[in-house]
T-cell receptor, first 111, second 113 residues
């Protein structure tokens, strides 16, 4: 079963717009991570937010975490065509460091 | 440069054959993982290993087998018992601490012909 579920499943925006993706999960976590996957490639780690953090920034990425709602959001500001990819959230469980991945959000940024 | 290498990139299997996917890492990571990804879907855990000579089944282990004889290597065998093996297979590794940040290989696409 999937711990994290992303929303929306697909998102299409124009270059320069902001893209927001959401992730919900079911059980308590140590941290939540976001990964990016270009078509036919492996996943690349983007950002990790710990359970005691509420917001984190990395370049054009902003991640929020609301543990009371068991949800997280990934915001990509000033999107570029090169941001076109699938984005996955992943959560660990308190018992260990294995990650469970959601189904992903497919982002298309049109030039 | 440190990294994780999967080979081959593409693999074709006849029905009834076993095939082995290679995964090698030089990151000195203790833990290694195999995931399966179907088109447009997320990742499902097949097997994982947190230390040499030990491995555990994930959510969809049936029809697969692994070994972990060396820290650097975690090969996955897709056996003839796996009825629907066509998929994209991803190997990952991580340190044994609780950050759980994974490094992924570039994947192997397996097709049954």
């Amino acid at each position: 079963s999937q711990q994290g579920e992303e929303d929306p499943q697909a998102l299409s925006i124009q270059e320069g717009e902001n893209a927001t993706m959401n992730c919900s999960y079911k059980t308590s976590i140590n941290n939540l991570q976001w990964y990016r996957q270009n078509s036919g490639r492996g996943l690349v780690h983007l950002i990790l937010i710990r359970s005691n953090e509420r917001e984190k920034h990395s370049g054009r990425l902003r991640v929020t975490l609301d543990t009371s709602k068991k949800s997280s959001s990934l915001l990509i500001t000033a999107s570029r065509a090169a941001d076109t990819a699938s984005y996955f959230c992943a959560t660990d469980k308190n018992a260990g460091n294995m990650l469970t991945f959601g189904g992903g959000t497919r982002l298309m940024v049109k030039p | 440069d440190g990294g994780i290498t999967q080979s081959p990139k593409y693999l074709f299997r006849k029905e009834g054959q076993n095939v082995t996917l290679s995964c090698e890492q030089n990151l000195n990571h203790d833990a290694m993982y195999w995931y399966r990804q179907d088109p447009g879907q997320g990742l499902r855990l097949i097997y994982y290993s947190q230390i040499v000579n030990d491995f555990q089944k994930g959510d969809i282990a049936e029809g697969y087998s692994v070994s972990r004889e060396k820290k650097e290597s975690f090969p996955l065998t897709v056996t003839s018992a796996q009825k629907n093996p066509t998929a994209f297979y991803l190997c990952a590794s991580s340190t044994s601490d609780k950050t759980g940040r994974y490094t992924f290989g570039s994947g192997t696409r397996l097709t049954v012909v």
